[in-house]
């Protein structure tokens, strides 16, 4: 199995800079935009895992509870960085892990409903409780406004830099975080691999419920 995590001597700057200089980078948006990060190649054929592995791993890609696991260890990272990094997958096939810039931003709201949870963008002391939705009296200001996070898919990281003129301390940060992004591209491998011998792939059937207009006679006055 490939393994992405490498440990680095955070007192060398030499080490720290090949690191960094020499670890795998994938675009931000499309190879045309010109805008790389640092990233981890996750397609399936190239993790070096046994065939039966990886013949069921490309079972559950086509399951949605195969994504839900994965995301949850996204959402792990990018809270963790305050969503000013965070990590999410670039590719025609969505194979590689890549680290974005982004951020938390205000969603602009003032005020919610608590009966039905409608949202408004302003302020109950501009327009009173009622609710535009429910019509209850039931508006209330935010004591904090709700924020959403933000990423910037076109903004490189580290593109063509110097690491030449950069602190040790910039250095050993850079490299922590990097680090992290490989560890949590270890952890999604692990999970995938738990997730492969733990569950199988079945077909289920379902209904999905659809409406149209019909005509229908008027009862006898």
Known sequence: MRKFSVPVDLRSRQEMESFLRDHFRYPTMNSWNQ?????????VHSLGLASEITSKLYDM????????????????FNHAHGYRWQAGFNGRSGGYLVLYQGELRSTGHLSYCTH????????TADTGNICGACGRSARVDYSTPPKQPVTFPGRGTDMDEDYDEWSLSELRNRVKLVQELDSLADSIVSQAIHLANAYEVVEEE?????????LVAKSPS
Not at 116 to 123: A, L
Not at 207 to 213: A, D, G, I, L, W
């Open 35 to 43: 805008a790389t990060s640092y990233a981890c190649n996750l397609k």
């Open 61 to 76: 890609l086509d399951t949605q509870e195969f994504f839900d696991f994965r995301n949850d260890l996204l959402a792990e």
């Open 116 to 123: 039905c949870g409608q949202r408004n963008y302003r302020s």
């Open 206 to 214: 379902y209904f999905v419920p659809q409406t149209r207009h019909v």
